[in-house]
């Protein structure tokens, strides 16, 4: 399976392509990494070094691509932060090419808006061009419960919250939505929600809190997520797989103490997850 992943980068820790590259790999996938960042590392630190890239350059890549003669054989398109919506353009673009190649391609974008306690931290313009033309163009898509909240414009304090939210965004367009990092009046105190749904049933798993705060994860959920799914088709199956492998990587980083996630020392989590948790139908 051949992935075109379209994001961010870092030359030092684990975000972005840095975060969901490797795991694709690791799950056996050939992996066409496209950076729409070069930094020296995430954000979070405060600072760092590094450029943003722009629109024409993304599809000057592509281009090159396609005259190898290969984008009939990319059975997906991964995208994560953008950076701006020219950025975006480029990347909806991409997704129509490898389409024209091959109809049975699926597009997954993680729409990178913002996350609870932060708000919006992507520039002007990215959230709306999110909602009104990435998601809409979009197969699977993976936001956390502060992106679900843009996307449905209401807020999901409950489970039938969420439910309600979830019926808003199928009607934009995406077929499958992973809400990553969810919390609810239902969620216990010591624990933490995933859920998937495909519009026609909505699977949960719950997984118990760790004490970390890492960046990255979230790219290597959707990613973890997104390969499973275009393999089995199952929404409940690519559930229990991502959450049980995010979990694992996130647990040996917490024992760890590492500020970055340990997507290398914890790879055997991605193949053969540590601990599983049940899938269940809400």
């Known amino acids: 399976m ?19 590259t ?40 592509v281009d090159g ?33 490898v389409r024209a190649a091959n109809p049975r391609a699926a ?5 990178v808006i913002g996350d609870v306690g932060r708000g919006v931290f992507v520039r002007p313009g990215v959230p709306e061009f999110m909602r009104e033309q990435a998601v809409p163009a979009a197969d699977v898509i993976t936001p956390n419960q502060f992106e679900l909240e843009y996307l449905a414009e209401r807020t999901c ?3 039938a919250d969420v439910k309600a939210a979830l019926d808003i965004v199928h009607t934009l367009g995406p077929k ?37 705060s890492v960046n990255g994860a979230g790219d290597a959920i959707a990613a973890l997520f997104y390969v499973h799914w275009l393999r ?16 694992g990587l996130l647990k040996r980083t917490e024992e760890a103490g590492s500020r970055e996630i340990l997507t290398v020392a914890a790879q055997d989590e991605f193949v053969n997850p540590t601990r599983r948790f049940t899938v269940e139908q809400v």
């Open 2 to 20: 051949n992935i075109l992943s379209i994001q961010s980068h870092v030359a030092y820790g684990h975000v972005g392509n840095a975060s969901a």
């Open 232 to 247: 089995s088709r199952s929404t409940a199956h690519a559930l229990g797989e991502a959450a049980a492998s995010i979990y």
């Open 107 to 111: 597009y997954c974008c993680d729409p």
């Open 176 to 212: 499958v939505v992973l809400v990553t990092s969810l919390l609810t009046e239902e969620t216990p105190g010591d624990a933490i929600d995933l859920l998937a749904s495909d519009g026609q049933a909505i699977h949960r798993v719950r997984t118990p809190k760790l004490g970390l």
């Open 157 to 159: 304090a409950t489970l």
């Open 22 to 61: 490797f795991p694709m790999q690791r799950l056996g996938c050939e992996v066409w990494p496209i950076n729409t960042v070069q930094f020296s590392n995430h954000t979070g630190y405060g600072q760092w070094t590094g450029r943003v890239f722009d629109g024409p350059m993304i599809e000057e890549l």
């Open 65 to 97: 691509i396609a005259q190898r003669g290969v984008l009939g054989q990319c059975d997906g398109v991964l995208s994560g932060y953008m950076g701006s919506s020219d950025i975006g353009v480029a990347i909806l673009s991409t997704v129509e090419r």
